[in-house]
């Protein structure tokens, strides 16, 4: 089993649809969660962080379930530049370990 | 300023040249990480540096040698490569807080092609 594993895609959305992903990872030690976006041949870019209350920027909300070891991002009234691939990253307790998910492609159609 | 630099931005080498790459930021970060993208794939963690002194190496090849000379600096020096090391080769940064790392900040890549 995969220690990050998220929802394979591709989504294909319309212009204004939420659209939700899903990542679980397997070892109870992460620490810290991320949501990054790494749009074709470019570098990931750090989209935010994912606390255990949740947390929202704009039209994007973040979940942890520690319990259930998943976290999830929701994206809300989806644009045209919102079409790249989402990355969920996870940190290990302690230390620089860093683990990426294999990525969810998201397609944002007009 | 979050920005992490790299060059160069494309390399093209033989499997016997011997060639570096560099990485640099000035965010007073003092960790600094080396990550392997292939095509269609995430990235994958090669090495870290904390405050200058290699703290992971995760099982990479040897021909594979990195280097940090300063707290802005992180080289990776390349020796007899294969065509399947051909890859994206992404440098970032973080600052260190007390129970590990924060955010990473990336760099846009070295594209790296072995023949």
């Known amino acids: 089993r995969k220690e990050v594993e998220q929802d394979p895609g591709p989504f294909n959305v319309p212009e204004g649809a939420t659209v939700a992903f899903n990542c679980t990872y397997s070892?109870?030690?992460?620490?810290?969660f991320f949501w990054y976006r790494q749009d074709c041949r470019k570098e990931p870019k750090l989209l935010m962080s994912?606390?255990?209350s949740g947390n929202e920027d704009g039209r994007f909300t973040a979940q942890l379930n520690r319990a259930s070891q998943y976290i999830s991002l929701l994206i809300r009234d989806s644009k045209l530049s919102d079409s790249a691939t989402y990355l969920c990253?996870?940190?290990?307790?302690?230390?620089?370990?860093?683990?990426f998910g294999a990525g969810t492609r998201l397609f944002v159609k007009a | 300023d979050t920005e992490v630099t790299q060059t160069p931005k494309h390399l093209v080498m033989g499997m016997t040249n011997k060639k570096s790459l560099k990485c640099e930021q000035h965010?007073?970060?003092?960790?600094m990480y080396w990550y392997k993208q292939k095509a269609k794939k995430p990235p994958e963690l090669m090495f870290v540096?904390?405050?200058?002194?290699?703290?992971i190496n995760e099982s990479v090849p040897s021909r594979f040698s990195p280097e940090c000379p300063n707290s802005s600096l992180l080289n990776l020096h390349l020796h007899a490569l294969q065509p399947e090391d051909s890859a994206l080769y992404l440098c970032?940064?973080?600052?260190?807080?007390?129970?590990?790392?924060?955010?990473?900040?990336f760099g846009p890549g070295t594209r790296l092609t072995v023949l």
């Open positions: 970032a940064s973080s600052q260190v807080i007390a129970a590990g790392a924060d955010t990473q900040y």
């Open positions: 070892n109870s030690a992460s620490q810290s």
């Open positions: 994912v606390y255990s």
């Open positions: 990253v996870v940190k290990f307790t302690g230390g620089f370990k860093t683990i």
């Open positions: 965010m007073g970060h003092r960790a």
């Open positions: 540096y904390s405050y200058e002194k290699l703290s």
